[in-house]
């Protein structure tokens, strides 16, 4: 009897477990709980006969009911506190790694440091810094200082804490860090290596320049390069910054970036027993110092080097385009403003910035590599746009030269099935900037001008007379595609009969009112 009931009270519990997820996902008997971190939601799907058929209905519903059953985030974090207290780890798919004396680390800085990711080749690198010095030369000629701030990686700074069954796997190649100081120094591109300044104060000091929980330097560290940077800019342009000075350090309890990883860990008891390190800033301004409107684009390692100037107002405003997809704004003596996402970004509201500041973390060297970054958008915008058409319908276009000015002569006389065009080489433009084309042309009275691939529709100019006559319009898109689009013009089914030839030259494209 007794093992009967046991047997039956087993067979509840599994019950109850079973259904227990249902009955919260309905009625919410405990309380709700968030975990940290950034998850994709899933949207429940809809369902039809030809997705229920097909299966893919089962598939979304089953990722839906995975991201929202009852109690999961208790089930999570009982799973990973398991992990890390009896087994020193964080599960499988976590993106945080467990080292050496309960120092946490995010992978993506290991496998980075560890040459575990390809890096870059030195040719394209060099490519890449050539393309910084351009900028820094194009900000230059309107008298914009430009600094690239690299900031460390912790991997880098603190190796002796990654695992021992890592630093097996280690390629034996130079990093891009490695590969990228000595390119900098031989085209001349201004910058402050924020690595080596972290580990010549690490090496030399009593205080940690990372947090055991963190994956972001302490504001310390921070400090260190911040400073730097300041003294830095000064040299550049002759003008006397705000003098970064700190009276004292404070050990104080983890909050904020000192802890971001501790809490991504997602566990019941989260780890914090450490101490993280705070400078006391000293105020040591004179009222002669020049205080700027900084630019900065960057990554998260942006936002201490932000706080510590914040702290001391050593600007009057900073614009912070965090990995060029939302805008921060910092003004003397206010809190800082999330002002949303940037889609189209001001260049003209840009340039009037006394300083220009790129941060990247030497793990994220590869972003540099992005067609669609912030410092090519900025080039495109500095640099005249040259239009070079390479693709012409040779048969019927004539490349010519009209009072000194290159031009096309699209000839009389083609079959009427024929399209006659010119298209240029691709073009470098940015999405949301205004763009004004002009072209002088004369001739049949019917010609087609358009931006392709793009959403811009076709311009048809039918007003073409046998006098040269100046044309103009403006144009914008969001659309992506105009960072590679091309410049055509054309006619369609010219028909025989036709008694003139079209001439377009003097083509010019340019940033409206730039």
Excluded: C
Excluded at 307 to 334: C, M, P, R, W
């Amino acid at each position: 009897m007794k093992f009967f009931t046991m047997k039956i009270s087993y067979i509840l519990l599994l019950l109850v477990m079973s259904l227990l997820p249902l009955l919260q996902m309905k009625y919410d008997i405990f309380t709700k709980m968030t975990l940290n971190g950034v998850t994709q939601r899933v949207e429940f799907p809809k369902l039809s006969y030809n997705s229920f058929i097909s299966g893919e209905y089962q598939k979304k519903f089953e990722m839906w009911f995975n991201q929202n059953f009852g109690l999961r985030e208790y089930y999570v974090k009982i799973n990973n506190q398991i992990y890390y207290s009896l087994f020193n780890q964080t599960p499988p798919n976590s993106q945080v790694m467990i080292g050496k004396e309960k120092q946490l680390f995010e992978k993506a800085y290991i496998n980075e440091y560890l040459n575990i990711i390809q890096p870059i080749t030195p040719e394209l690198l060099e490519k890449k810094v050539i393309e910084l010095k351009k900028l820094q030369d194009l900000l230059q000629l309107r008298g914009k200082p430009f600094l690239l701030f690299i900031t460390p990686s912790k991997a880098a700074i603190y190796p002796e804490y990654i695992p021992d069954q890592l630093k097996v796997l280690q390629k034996n190649k130079s990093r891009n860090y490695d590969t990228i100081i000595p390119l900098l120094n031989k085209y001349g591109v201004n910058y402050v290596d924020g690595h080596k300044i972290t580990i010549a104060h690490k090496n030399s000091g009593k205080y940690p320049m990372f947090p055991q929980g963190g994956t972001h330097w302490n504001l310390l560290a921070s400090y260190y390069s911040s400073k730097a940077v300041l003294d830095k800019l000064e040299q550049i342009t002759q003008k006397k910054f705000i003098s970064l000075e700190s009276s004292s350090v404070t050990e104080t309890i983890p909050t904020g970036f000192d802890r971001d990883l501790a809490n991504l860990i997602n566990v019941w008891n989260t780890p914090l027993e450490y101490k993280t390190v705070v400078p006391k800033l000293v105020d040591n301004r004179t009222g002669n110092e020049f205080i700027p409107n900084i630019l900065m684009e960057g990554g998260s390692f942006s936002f201490q080097f932000v706080d510590i100037l914040h702290q001391v107002n050593a600007f009057k405003q900073l614009d912070f385009y965090y990995y060029y997809h939302t805008s921060y704004q910092y003004k003397e003596g206010t809190e800082a403003r999330i002002l949303g996402d940037l889609n189209g970004v001001d260049w003209k509201d840009v340039m009037n910035h006394d300083v220009f500041i790129i941060e990247m973390n030497e793990q994220n060297i590869p972003k540099l590599l992005q067609k669609d970054g912030f410092f090519q958008d900025a080039i495109n915008y500095l640099e005249p746009i040259n239009l070079s058409f390479s693709k012409v319908n040779n048969e019927y276009v004539e490349i010519t030269t009209i009072n000194g000015m290159n031009g096309f002569i699209f000839k009389k006389g083609a079959n009427g099935n024929s399209t006659l065009f010119i298209e240029s080489d691709k073009i470098k433009l940015i999405p949301g900037t205004e763009y004004t084309l002009s072209y002088k042309a004369s001739g049949f009275n019917s010609l087609k001008v358009d931006l392709y691939p793009d959403d811009l529709p076709q311009k048809f100019q039918n007003d073409i007379s046998e006098y040269p006559k100046e044309f103009k319009f403006d144009f914008k898109s969001d659309s992506l595609n105009m960072r590679s689009a091309s410049l055509r013009y054309f006619i369609d089914g010219l028909p025989g009969t036709t008694d003139k030839d079209t001439v377009v030259y003097d083509i010019k494209l340019e940033i409206k009112n730039k």
